[in-house]
């Protein structure tokens, strides 16, 4: 069997030209697909002259600006769960159980606060660092791996808190974490976007 050769789950020997012979015709589909649904406006779009062109671009730029500033943050759905985590802690006296309780796995604890610190870093590099300072609005293309990464960092973390805790909660460690988890997320959400110049 040749270096450029594979063998497939069912057995068959593929080269990598039937491969790459293959991921072209699923391009092509999803390119056919793709001008089905819009190569019309597409079409009708680059037959305009470049004035009505610009003319539509303007049109389109103002509508989107009359339909009013973003909405704020401050809702009810913001302050439930803000104040759903204030009790949580407070009535459950969850982060005095985090430090004194004898149950909590620690070496679980602390794995889980490694990997969400990491996915909080990530955060801020992405957030403070590449959209306030360097100005860089396509992530993805500045740093691809960036999100996966933090989610799946997310995701071991999560899962090591719940292990951490579940000695202690039991089946409400999972309630408990996505109530604090939900309050972090509302509450980096009211932080105003600084511009810094």
């Known amino acids: ?13 593929r080269s990598n030209s039937e491969e790459n012979n293959e991921f072209q015709l699923r391009r092509r589909r ?8 819009y190569g019309q406006e597409f079409a ?17 730029r ?3 600006d009359e339909s009013g500033p973003p909405q704020s943050p401050f809702n009810l759905h913001t302050l ?11 009535f459950t006296d969850f982060l005095p159980s985090i430090q004194n309780n004898d149950n909590v796995n620690r070496a ?20 403070v660092v590449c959209s306030w300072i360097r100005k860089i609005d396509d992530w ?23 292990v951490a805790l579940w000695p202690v909660y039991g089946l409400l460690t999972p309630v408990f974490l996505f109530t604090i988890f939900m309050g972090f997320i509302v509450s980096v959400g009211m932080i105003p976007n600084f ?3």
Not at 146 to 155: L, N, S, V
Request: charged share 15%; net charge negative; with cysteine.
């Open 1 to 13: 069997m040749s270096s450029d050769a594979e063998v497939s789950t069912s057995g068959v020997v």
């Open 30 to 37: 999803i390119a056919e697909v793709f001008q089905n649904a």
């Open 44 to 60: 009708a779009l680059s037959k305009l002259p470049p004035e009505e062109l610009e003319r539509r671009i303007e049109e389109i």
């Open 62 to 64: 103002k509508s989107e």
């Open 80 to 90: 439930f769960w803000i104040l759903a985590t204030v009790g949580l802690c407070y």
């Open 108 to 127: 679980w604890l602390y794995t889980g606060f490694g990997f969400i610190g990491t996915n909080i870093i990530i955060g801020f590099y992405l957030i």
């Open 140 to 162: 993805e293309q500045h740093a691809p791996t960036a999100i996966p990464i933090a989610t799946a960092f997310f995701m071991m973390g999560g899962l090591s808190m719940n």
């Open 195 to 197: 511009n810094i110049s």
